[in-house]
């Protein structure tokens, strides 16, 4: 079975901050896709980045970066310089050989 | 390029009640799937469809879901009777490709209230 842990349930920074979402996952599956999603208010899930267990290679798009370590198992997600438009509820996202299989969130709350 | 729609958005029904939801995804889209979501916790898989083929509804309650996709391009969702337990946001998303690494994209939901 696979399972995707995000410690942080919610997440509090003041507008410029950097702030790292967590993301732990356990899978038996040699090949495997993870991915986040970011869920604002409005509900619509959206698509942000998606890694293969074979790419260890850091990305960065604009204010996001995302760092993949499969000797801990992790994939975190860093926001430098955080806007009051980040404020939504974040999920890490795995998939092996069966379906998607989406941690539990993590809220962001950036205040102005 | 139009996303996934779903309608109705919101839906308030008493339990035992039936109630249907439906979904368009992205044109050109061969596979879809639908989530439920409780409040408070990631999507969860209901069923998912490789153009009207059912790949995985492991996790369908079937004795109260049902879903269809007849012509390989919408669906619809069906609970009936609804419980209180039902209550959640359910997602309709599809993706261009059946396989597991293939991004997928979302609707804006139809939250579901039983009462």
């Known amino acids: 079975a696979q399972k995707v842990t995000q410690a942080q349930t919610e997440i509090s920074v003041v507008e410029k901050e950097d702030v790292t979402l967590d993301c732990v996952y356990e899978?038996?599956?040699?090949?495997?896709?993870l991915f986040w999603y970011k869920q604002p208010p409005s509900g619509e899930l959206v698509f942000l980045i998606r890694?293969?267990?074979?790419?260890?290679q850091n990305e960065i798009s604009g204010r996001y970066s995302w760092n993949f370590q499969k000797s801990t198992s992790s994939f975190n997600f860093t926001i430098t310089a955080s806007q009051v438009v980040d404020s939504a509820v974040y999920f890490c996202?795995?998939?092996?050989?069966?379906?998607?299989?989406f941690g539990k969130g993590t809220m962001l709350l950036v205040s102005p | 390029e139009a996303g996934v729609a779903q309608s109705p958005r919101y839906k308030i029904i008493e339990k035992r009640q039936s109630v249907a939801f439906w979904c368009n995804p992205i044109?050109?889209?061969?596979?879809l799937y639908w989530y439920q979501q409780i409040l408070g916790q990631g999507p969860k898989l209901l069923i998912q469809f490789q153009n009207n083929g059912v790949v995985d509804d492991s996790q369908l309650p079937k004795d109260r879901f049902s879903a269809e996709r007849l012509k390989g391009v919408d669906s619809t969702l069906k609970i009936q009777p609804a419980k209180l337990e039902d209550s959640a946001v359910y997602l309709c998303?599809?993706?261009?490709?059946?396989?597991?690494?293939?991004?997928?994209?979302f609707g804006p939901g139809t939250r579901l209230t039983v009462t």
């Open positions: 890694r293969n267990s074979f790419d260890e």
């Open positions: 899978t038996r599956d040699t090949t495997y896709y």
């Open positions: 998303a599809s993706s261009s490709g059946g396989g597991t690494g293939y991004e997928q994209y």
């Open positions: 044109s050109g889209h061969a596979t």
């Open positions: 996202a795995l998939s092996g050989y069966s379906t998607l299989t």
